[in-house]
DNA sequence: GCCGTACTACGAGGTCTATCGTACGAGCAG
DNA sequence: CTGCTCGTACGATAGACCTCGTAGTACGGC
């Protein structure tokens, strides 16, 4: 449970009311972001740091695609201390679009074993 | 190149080991594209003539539009006399990414309801 | 107070995309 | 054959996108 140490530093995020179909699929269609939200999907509820993943570019690119899937409506960030934790936003999603996140992750899982392109 | 042989101009399409998630999720990530797919899933198996759709676009951009969803994998289209019809490649999508194209159609006529934005 | 860490902001380069207009080819109706 | 309609191809333009590098801000520990 992050005791919202609240620093005033705060994230614009998209009400659920906001997020828009075509914005969630564009946000999904990148194999970098595509791949964060797969793995915040494996540690399910988990607040993860953008450091924690290992991206193969550099962090200005990584702040680039967390933007874009917050801005999107995908995740959720936070700050705490100097670390941004980051969370899916599935509660919203599915009761937006039931199933849709499901299907999405399902096809990228069978997709990565059908390529042999599962990264850790 | 289109050295069409007269009565069968074929066009190029994916192979079903072709198809990529990323591909499938960027094309329906545009609206115009998302609008031919929902016309094309609502009259399930019907060929149906790019004329048939009146996207306010030009003929140019239709085109294009169409290009895109048939190289990415979701449609599939043959020519028949002046005319070239598209058809959903629902049974390869399906095979390859089971219950995706049903959640987002679902997600796209719960979000068009919303909104308001359903057309057609 | 000072420094390191974590991330951001801004700008730039190169590529891709969506859109259009015009010119062309393929088929059908006279 | 002549014209008409449907769609394509090519070129151009404007905007978006991914990527990076550098400089800067917030926070925590010393």
Redesign the pocket.
Same mark, same amino acid.
């Given at each position: 449970m992050t005791t919202a #140490?609240a620093? !005033?530093?705060t994230l614009a995020h998209p009400e659920p009311g906001e997020i828009r179909l075509e914005a969630v699929l564009?946000a999904l269609a990148?194999p970098?972001r595509m791949r964060i939200v797969r793995d915040l999907a494996r540690e399910e509820g988990a607040e993860l740091?953008?450091?924690h993943f290992r991206l193969p570019? #550099? &962090?200005? #690119?990584s702040?680039?695609?967390?933007r874009?899937l917050r801005e999107n409506g995908v995740i959720r960030q936070i700050y705490r !201390?100097?670390? &941004?934790l980051s969370v899916l936003r599935r509660d919203d999603l599915d009761a937006l679009f039931p199933g849709l996140l499901d299907s999405v992750l399902a096809a990228a899982a069978r997709q990565a074993e059908r390529l042999g392109t599962d990264e850790a």
């Open positions: #140490t620093s !005033g530093r564009h990148d970098m740091p953008c450091s570019v #550099t &962090k200005s #690119t702040t680039h695609h967390f874009v !201390g100097t670390a &941004k």
